[in-house]
């Protein structure tokens, strides 16, 4: 982990309020891990954790959604403008180790991770992708997924529902998820009823990004863990979900 | 040129970092040379290991942030067989903070704390006194001066009492932990404040209320430790919202000998050494030898 | 939708000027329509006129700035005569904000007020106590239950006490107001700050101390509201670095009835009339028929 | 006096730390007046007052010197940016009733005003420019100037030493300054004892800007003034200064 500036190479806006924003850092990066960045210099006062969503010869990418103060100044970012940078953070996940058929379930900005993983896994991937509003992101996948199922509540053409309403968990070897609690928890509930491993990317708030202030911790059965350097991953049935 | 006696120990800079900003230290050591810090001081430490606050524990506000942790940490045992040596290889003052919620703790966690090789002990008095029903000991001067007094009888390391800045009268309550016994006083610890979230109609935090820190304290955080250092005489150590070299040195023009770095570890985690140099700096421009010429100036 | 009966008088929304912060009305007619606005409250009147302090009176700091105006003001004999008229013909409540060094300065300039017609007395209860060595009334609960008593006495106008946030325990200076005749609070005032010019190497202000205001007080002075509204029965006025809607919707829920800008005004001269138009767009997504529903629902 | 969003037009650096922002403000601006300027959202917290330098078919230019968090912004506005102004503000200068010989004394960036009131005056008008640095904006002023004379500190061909030493009240019918409170108050002195009268540019923290706050206090004979709408044109003798 290390804390530096960098500059940006591109900021590209791909759907209302969603960019992907691609930083020169050279860093060796695992899947599922997060930096937390800062494109200002006191106001607001903390970084903002994002997970890499792809990582391509010293470029990192970043995909993430316009929601407040900060995202919104790093939607206004323009090639070799300066960002900090902290990490890469985080345990991520040892990708390899999984075999078989695979699904990725993200709700909303959730894909952003899943892309890297993708990348790094082996098996037959299916990545099931929710979408409150318009679908993002989802052509990346089509190199590295079997099949790829959308719901969005907004455009046509696509399933209108809950994406628990059209995955099956006994169908798969390793579910990996990454959206709102509400989603993982009940992903999480289906997957226990079949035994299926799965893995979730939890998001909380986070001052330090290093372990240090205790502001992001998650309920596990071993006690309060910290989501930056104890996760972002952690095993589904872990998690004490609060929502 | 930067170097500070202070309760008979040597700092070789006044710049340290604040309880529970810094975890331990390793947290940081990827990333920063730790033994270049002043001093170090623990995430508060409570006599038995702490799961602290449920919910929400961190919400930025403009200016700073509010934090509701509720002092989660180890237990003074645990700290000692798994944390301490390690913090001990930066080559840096040790300063274990200590929290309570009756006295009895306070005083068990310092006897045990003065059994170690910390070289001094930085106590709380912002925690809320569980017997006499959650208010903080940190307010009212008389409760706090009981518990400095105890704490005082049981330890023979140094001891410097951190007030809360919610306190009725900080200064009245400077004087009292001195009398009590405090070989320093070190201030301030957050401010009492709250958040609402408007969607959800409920605030923002399980507790209700949470400490505020960061730049939007500094201004009161500098008035009390100008008021405070006028006020007694044992060294004082300040903080509160000191993100840069001027911040800092306003501090230390107040009268602080020692200053501590909090939320601005996360605003950015070189902030602590870059203040470092930013004094250096300053000193040279202005040709002041020694913070002795400045210090308490105004 | 957000009309608000406060003290009897019709407010026909929730935001106000804070004192201090918008003159007599008039400096901000030709920027925004002051008629607008739920109600004026004038600069700090005193009994004779003031020229207030010397150097620097205002000195802006992060998340906010530190003002050191010292109650300049043409005393209230010269405000019922140049400036009252003018106020009126916007057409909103006038709250006349009254300070004074003295019970009898009080005294005096309430009587006075309350032969015109403004609409209600707001009593700044911060002001420095000039024949008892300078603290503020608004320190300790049982000197401001004097000033408010005998004020009280002395107006049959609807009495608001604003108070200081400097105030040893604000929840029982606050009951002890309502105690003393007090028909609203209002809260809160500046924040006792400083700020040191390093290169001059002494404070910013002739009086080295300042008042604090802006975002970097919210939330405290939130927090203050919320503890105050519940503890009281009569209706809340509640401000300290509201500078958006959200920020106005929080204090509501926290119990105000209604609330004051400040600071804000300077940030951005249309701050009031913004607040205004965001909280009636909040209430119509989240269909909120009337501020009651919302009003300390937390 | 309004207050409103406009663009900017340009934004050119001249000298190290010294830039001449123009922005689109159609307004019917008086020599000696300014306006705060704010290109930002929430912080620093207040807007910045800055002198019209000069106006010119509906743009108003300003020449400011980089100090601190809010200048540093203005320096990095580019065309089509937005500012939100409010102004323009202040008595300014009737340049119209002034006969005869005048002298333009500045100190440093004191130099941004007098451009607009150069041009605004019909008599015969000298400029004394004073510079710590290297001196700016000068070749501005021959259009309007008789004579332009011309201190540095640093800058080799210029002399050396205070404006105060090459001028000589005697020979003016008025006098108008702008520049550090210690310059404009040896001037008034100056001034005082051939009688001339001197008018100067105050400069006060401002937080309001529209008479309100009474931050900007300034002492004269007549008591307290607010810089902002009772200045910032003063009468050199009514001014009590502190300096
Ligand atoms: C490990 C991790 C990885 C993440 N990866 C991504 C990603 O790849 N793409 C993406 O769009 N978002 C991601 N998020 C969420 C993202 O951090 C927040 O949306 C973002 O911080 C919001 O900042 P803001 O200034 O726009 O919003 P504001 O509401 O102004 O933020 C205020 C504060 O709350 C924090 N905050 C707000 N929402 C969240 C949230 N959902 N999670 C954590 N903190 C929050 C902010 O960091 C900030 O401190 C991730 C969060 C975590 C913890
Ligand atoms: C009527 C008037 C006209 C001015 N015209 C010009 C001009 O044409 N060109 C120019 O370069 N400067 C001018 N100034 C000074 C200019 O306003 C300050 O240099 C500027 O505000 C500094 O802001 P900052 O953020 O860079 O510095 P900071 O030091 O970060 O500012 C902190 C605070 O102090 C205030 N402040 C700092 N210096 C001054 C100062 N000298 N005068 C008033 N307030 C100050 C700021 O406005 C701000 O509120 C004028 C000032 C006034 C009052
Ligand atoms: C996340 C967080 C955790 C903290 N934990 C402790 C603690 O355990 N013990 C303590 O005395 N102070 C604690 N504090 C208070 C800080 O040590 C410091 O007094 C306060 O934050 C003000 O300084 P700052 O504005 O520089 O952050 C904590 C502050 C923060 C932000
Ligand atoms: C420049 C200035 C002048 C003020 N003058 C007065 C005053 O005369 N009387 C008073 O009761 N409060 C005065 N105040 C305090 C404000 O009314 C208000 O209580 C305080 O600024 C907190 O609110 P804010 O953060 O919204 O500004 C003044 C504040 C400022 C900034
Ligand atoms: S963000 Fe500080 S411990 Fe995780
Ligand atoms: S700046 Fe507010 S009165 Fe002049």
Redesign the interface.
């Known amino acids: 982990m290390e804390y530096k500036e960098v500059l940006v190479y591109s900021n590209i806006k791909v759907e209302e309020d969603i960019y992907v924003l691609s930083l020169i850092i050279g860093d060796d990066v695992k899947a599922g891990q997060f930096y937390m960045l800062k494109a200002w210099d006191e106001e607001p006062i903390l970084a903002r954790p994002i997970s890499v969503h792809s990582v391509e010869d010293g470029v990192v990418k970043f995909a993430y959604q316009v929601k407040g103060r900060g995202t919104k100044i790093l939607s206004s970012l323009k090639p070799e403008d300066k960002v900090y940078v902290l990490g890469p953070i985080g345990n991520g996940l040892d990708t390899q180790k999984f075999k078989g058929k695979i699904a990725l379930i993200s709700g909303g900005i959730g894909i952003a991770p899943m892309l890297q993983i993708a990348k790094g896994l082996d098996g037959e991937i299916d990545l099931y992708a929710g979408f409150n509003k318009s679908p993002y992101l989802i052509d990346e996948f089509r190199k590295y997924c079997t099949n790829i199922y959308v719901t969005s509540e907004k455009d046509e053409g696509y399933f209108k529902g809950f994406i628990t309403e059209i995955f099956n968990p006994f169908e798969y070897n390793v579910v990996i998820c990454c959206g709102p609690e509400v989603m993982m928890k009940r992903v999480v509930e289906m997957c226990k009823n079949y035994a299926t491993p799965v893995y979730v990317l939890m998001e909380n708030k986070m001052a330090c990004g290093v372990g240090a202030c205790l502001g992001c911790a998650c309920n596990t059965k071993e006690g309060k863990k910290r989501v930056c350097v104890d996760g972002p991953v952690f095993k589904g049935t872990d998690v004490m979900f609060s929502a | 040129m930067l170097d500070v006696k202070f309760c008979g120990i040597d700092f070789k800079n006044p710049v340290l970092v604040a309880s529970?900003?810094?975890?331990f230290g390793m947290?940081?050591e990827?990333?920063?040379d730790v033994s270049r810090l002043g001093g170090l001081i623990t995430?508060g430490l409570t006599l038995n290991k702490k799961?602290?606050n449920?919910?929400?524990?961190?919400?930025?506000?403009?200016?700073?942030?509010?934090?509701s942790?509720g002092l989660?940490n180890p237990g003074i045992d645990e700290f000692i067989e798994k944390y301490l040596e390690g913090m001990k290889k930066y080559g840096v003052p040790i300063i274990a903070n200590l929290g309570g919620s009756s006295i009895e703790d306070y005083v068990k966690g310092a006897e045990r704390l003065d059994k170690t090789d910390i070289d001094m002990i930085e106590l709380n008095i912002s925690c809320p006194n569980v017997k006499e029903g959650g208010m903080n000991f940190g307010i009212k001067s008389s409760v706090a001066k009981e518990v400095v007094k105890s704490v005082r009888a049981s330890t023979k390391k140094p001891l410097m009492v951190k007030l809360s800045p919610n306190a009725?009268?900080i200064v009245d309550m400077a004087v009292k932990c001195v009398e009590a016994g405090a070989d320093a006083i070190s201030l301030v610890n957050t401010?009492?404040?709250?958040?609402?979230d408007?969607?959800k109609?409920?605030?923002v935090f399980n507790n209700?209320?949470?400490g505020?820190s960061?730049?939007?304290?500094?201004?009161?955080a500098?008035?009390m430790v100008?008021e405070v250092s006028k006020a007694v005489d044992v060294p004082v150590c300040g903080l509160g919202?000191i993100?840069d070299y001027?911040d800092a040195?306003?501090f230390i023009?107040?009268g602080a000998h020692l200053i501590q770095i909090g939320?601005a570890?996360?605003?950015?985690?070189?902030a602590s050494i870059e203040i470092i140099e930013g004094i250096e700096r300053?000193m040279e421009r202005?040709n002041i030898k020694s913070l002795d010429e400045?210090r308490g100036?105004?």
């Not at chain 2, 401010?191 to 609402?196: D, H, L, P, V």
């Not at chain 2, 960061?214 to 009161?220: D, L, R």
């Open positions: 529970g900003t810094f975890g947290e940081y990827k990333i920063i995430k799961e602290g449920e919910g929400i524990r961190i919400h930025e506000v403009r200016g700073g942030m509010l934090n942790i989660q009725e009268d401010f009492k404040g709250m958040a609402i408007i969607y109609r409920r605030p209700t209320f949470a505020l960061g730049p939007a304290i500094k201004p009161i500098l008035r100008y919202g993100i001027k040195v306003e023009m107040a939320t570890n996360f605003m950015n985690p070189r300053f202005e400045i100036i105004v």
